[in-house]
């Protein structure tokens, strides 16, 4: 015989398990329509622009004839401070111009934060390169080639030698400072945006180097 009760009793209990898998199904629907919620963004340290910036230069041998040349010949010692401080000027102007703020609506302009630059002269392979300080990436050093230094005095002719090394030896310093303030888009921008970026500060900071072939883009 059958219980109407107990009947009654599994009809509710279907019922309710019938609402609950509703309810979970638009849940679940809910959650995939849902907007993906912003990331909290990751703030990589800046300064303003023209911020303090130390200035600061390592001979690794006095000894070796290209930091011979760096400090007799290509420069006179009582001339680095001032030219090295004229380079980076030069690089922040044209990196950060005070109109861009103007452009921007008056947002504020910021540099990725350098504590200080150091210009390493040392015996080793290559022209330069940018890196920072083991200790805190915000302590830049360039180091640049002593070797290299001493071969830049080679122009097409003898009489231009000294002008010719130290307009090729700015301008290599000059690359590379823009290196040192530069923001890269977190590391993700690409290499060749990055070097062109450099030379274009140096083009118009210096002139282009003896060495550039400024027509090969149009011959191309």
Not at 140 to 146: T, V
Request: aromatic fraction near 4%; glycine fraction near 6%; proline fraction near 6%.
């Amino acid at each position: 015989m059958n219980n109407p009760g107990k009947a009654s009793e599994l009809k509710k209990a279907n019922r309710k398990k019938k609402k609950l898998a509703k309810k979970s199904k638009r849940s679940d629907t809910n959650k995939n329509n849902a907007k993906p919620q912003p990331q909290d963004k990751i703030e990589l340290p800046t300064s303003p622009v023209n911020h303090t910036i130390p200035l600061h230069l390592r001979l690794s041998d006095l000894s070796h004839a290209g930091v011979k040349a760096f400090l007799n010949t290509v420069f006179r010692s009582s001339d680095i401070p001032q030219t090295l401080d004229q380079c980076l000027k030069n690089v922040r102007k044209l990196l950060y111009p005070p109109e861009l703020a103007d452009a921007l609506a008056g947002a504020e302009i910021r540099e990725k934060e350098v504590r200080s630059i150091t210009l390493v002269i040392r015996d080793m392979e290559g022209v330069a390169y940018t890196t920072g300080n083991q200790l805190d990436d915000a302590h830049k050093e360039i180091h640049l080639s002593a070797n290299y230094i001493l071969s830049s005095g080679e122009p097409p002719t003898p009489d231009d030698a000294i002008k010719h090394a130290k307009d090729e030896v700015i301008g290599v310093i000059v690359h590379e400072m823009v290196h040192t303030v530069q923001h890269d888009g977190k590391g993700t921008a690409p290499g060749g945006f990055i070097e062109g970026a450099a030379d274009w500060v140096r083009a118009l900071a210096c002139g282009p180097a003896a060495h550039w072939d400024i027509y090969a883009i149009g011959k191309k």
